[in-house]
């Protein structure tokens, strides 16, 4: 049967009229003519995804690759050895270990961060008049741009246990002074401390930021409502602030599993003690940087780089799926 | 319902008087407008009401009770915020409900907690809202919000309810149906209400009295008839009024007893009122535009204003003629005329006015001095 293509337009709808039929002759563009008409575009977007390509998704990449070979820096030869690297790994207690004081630190890490940094917000919002804000929000940022391992030296004069601060604190206030970095008990606390000092400033301002935009009515309503300031905050900001909060979480948890460079420092990096005593403060990261560059397995530490980036994302994921039952979005 | 009174209520800023002295009393169940221009006082009044804002002097009374330093909880009062402040993570059943929560007592029995979802039903019935108790804020319409903002201050049965500027955020269709809403709703559940706006129209057709605000001061207080047909000031007559109040300003010229004109094309054929009386000094004068009317053929009391016709606006339901008065330079007119009114721009025009709506003003205080009602018919022609 053939259909009489003049036939068409009659027997089609409206639509068919619109996007179904093609005129004769109108073809679509070719690839080379999209691109020049978008090559003003192309070329402003070309320096940065040259400088992601070659900085993060090739190396990235890279180390996908590599964590299934067995490889190093100044061997030519790559050999294919498939799930070995993984095998090995999870054979490890000192990555089981590792893994378990990443989670620890997280898991104190975030809850620390979200109630000091909302208290200090709450704080600054409430009791810090706008003319003298501006000074009381830079103080608490400022420890945020201060490089953080000149900030972790001077933490460790203060925890030492001789000398420094924070044992002179304990024994004013007839508190038993404390070993801390010397000790597998108080040496991963101490570097939270550290942590929590440097970062907190950071997560005020975005959580101060986020109680700017809970409208000041909504607060006058419920105390009209006859709302005490506990449930104001319980019902009414707390909620609205929950976009800020799952942020600041997510922000804590991608850094913490991340944390590196104060734990390298304040644990005797420098001399190649790391992660001490006994390990307690050997992280994940801390251990990929070990394994790789003191140690020089390279595959192995793209294996638990690679664990560690699928821990993230899962727990990301997990924070997602929650958020989309708790957060509300206005 | 209680009533109110503002005795000398005063709120600064540093160095800045928003509201200045401010004496004023509410009626039990009296429906109050506070009316002003943007920045005159009357919001900041209100929240000092509301105690969302602390009071700098004065003494704010409720029933006779001084709650100056009450905090705004226990102050039985209920407020619709001008963008509604619903709380956008509830329902409006728990918009409605919050209050009533708050303030329930803790361990309260299940019954107590029946009696508040009655309220709450009662208060969807009233206010047609049902249908939409389980919906969000942002899943109803501007009129369906603002209910639900009326609702939920008045389902705890507040002693006194504020409004501000409660239908500003509504088109000009639903500002309208929402006002006759307010009004029935008003009359239904007649609470002492304090309702500020700017729209003149809002506060004309809801308020028992209205409170002219300018300034941060009270300038007049009195019914909506009163205050069109006696404004006490002439700022007052040109801020209600839509246009408002034709306000020029003239020399008093008296030749003899029985002549006397203001500037050189009113003239006064009978001596006015005593108060009215200006020998020598120039006085304001103020027409309504929409008593003005077309003159006919000029009388014995008509002088001519020389001026030109320099605008018409057809607006379907009248004609608005806006002039210019022809010897004094820059001083307009406006008339408010039938809509079979045929003027042409660029001619000369002879309107003229009741002397009972012409009204006077001190040129230099603003204040009232009274109308021409009495004195024969005034002309003007323009």
Redesign the interface.
């Known amino acids: 049967m053939t259909i009489d293509a003049t036939a068409a337009p009659a027997l089609g709808s409206h639509r068919g009229a619109g996007r179904g039929l093609r005129h004769p002759g109108r073809r679509r563009p070719g690839v080379l003519r999209r691109l020049k008409d978008h090559a003003v575009a192309y070329g402003l977007l070309f320096p940065a995804v040259a400088v992601f390509t070659v900085f993060f998704y090739v190396p990235a990449a890279y180390l996908v690759y590599i964590s299934f070979f067995h490889w190093g820096v100044l061997s030519s030869a790559t050999t294919f050895v498939g799930l070995e690297n993984f095998r090995r790994l999870f054979a490890q207690p000192l990555f089981l270990h590792s893994l378990w004081t990443s989670a620890y630190y997280t898991l104190v890490m975030i809850p620390a961060t979200v109630l000091l940094a909302l208290g200090i917000a709450l704080v600054l919002r409430e009791a810090v008049t706008a003319r003298r804000g501006g000074i009381w929000r830079s103080a608490v940022f400022l420890p945020h741009v201060t490089p953080v391992v000149a900030t972790s030296i001077i933490w460790v004069w203060i925890f030492n246990p001789q000398f420094g601060l924070a044992n002179f604190v304990l024994t004013s206030l007839h508190l038993p002074s404390v070993g801390w970095l010397g000790t597998t008990h108080w040496a991963l606390p101490a570097v939270m401390i550290d942590t929590l000092w440097h970062s907190l400033g950071l997560y005020v301002i975005i959580f101060l930021a986020g109680l700017a935009n809970v409208p000041r009515e909504l607060v006058e309503v419920a105390q009209l409502d006859g709302a005490k300031r506990r449930r104001v905050f319980r019902r009414i900001i707390w909620p609205l602030l929950s976009p800020t909060t799952f942020f600041v979480v997510i922000l804590a948890t991608v850094n913490s599993w991340q944390a590196f460079s104060q734990i390298y420092t304040m644990t005797g990096g420098p001399h190649g003690g790391a992660g001490g005593p006994a390990f307690s403060t050997t992280t994940d990261a801390l251990l990929v940087y070990q394994t790789a560059f003191v140690y020089d397995h390279f595959s192995l530490a793209a294996a638990m780089a690679l664990v560690l980036f699928v821990i993230i994302l899962l727990l990301t994921l997990v924070q997602k799926w929650i958020s989309n039952r708790l957060v509300f979005y206005r | 319902m209680a009533t109110i009174e503002m005795d000398g209520l005063v709120k600064r800023y540093g160095n800045d008087t928003v509201v200045d002295g401010v004496d004023l009393s509410v009626d039990d169940g009296e429906l109050l407008v506070l009316l002003g221009p943007s920045g005159c006082g009357k919001t900041t009044t209100l929240r000092m009401v509301?105690?969302?804002e602390q009071i700098t002097d004065g003494e704010l009374r409720f029933d006779g009770v001084v709650v100056n330093h009450e905090?705004?909880?226990r102050r039985s009062?209920?407020?619709v915020?001008q963008?509604y402040?619903l709380?956008?993570?509830m329902t409006v059943r728990g918009n409605l409900s919050?209050?009533l929560q708050?303030?329930r007592p803790r361990g309260s029995r299940r019954s107590a907690r029946a009696e508040e979802r009655d309220l709450v039903q009662e208060i969807a019935r009233l206010l047609e809202l049902e249908h939409v108790l389980d919906h969000r804020p942002?899943e109803l319409s501007g009129g369906q919000r603002q209910r639900v903002a009326l609702g939920?201050a008045l389902v705890?049965r507040p002693q006194v309810f504020l409004l501000d500027e409660p239908l500003s955020n509504l088109d000009a269709n639903l500002r309208e149906r929402m006002r006759m809403e307010l009004s029935r709703l008003h009359e239904q559940l007649p609470i002492t209400t304090i309702y500020v706006t700017h729209d003149q129209s809002e506060a004309l057709t809801l308020a028992d009295r209205i409170v002219v605000m300018h300034e941060g001061r009270v300038r007049q207080v009195a019914s909506p008839r009163e205050i069109y047909d006696a404004p006490a000031e002439a700022f007052i007559a040109e801020f209600i009024g839509s246009p408002g109040m034709n306000l020029w300003t003239l020399p008093w010229i008296e030749k003899d007893r029985d002549d006397i004109t203001l500037g050189d094309e009113i003239r006064l054929p009978r001596r006015p009122d005593p108060a009215i009386h200006r020998d020598g000094q120039p006085i304001t004068l103020g027409i309504r535009p929409e008593h003005l009317e077309i003159a006919g053929e000029p009388d014995h009391t008509s002088i001519g204003l020389s001026c030109r016709v320099e605008l018409v606006e057809d607006l379907g339901s009248h004609v608005l003629v806006h002039g210019t008065l022809g010897s004094h330079d820059g001083q307009r007119v406006v008339a408010k005329l039938d809509a079979a009114s045929v003027v042409d721009r660029g001619a000369r025009l002879r309107l003229r006015a009741a002397p009972e709506r012409v009204h006077a003003f001190d040129a230099l205080s603003g204040s009232r001095l009274g109308t021409f009602a009495g004195s024969a018919r005034v002309a003007v022609t323009a």
């Open positions: 509301a105690g969302l905090p705004p909880d009062v209920g407020m915020f963008n402040a709380y956008p993570h919050f209050g708050s303030r942002k939920r705890r």
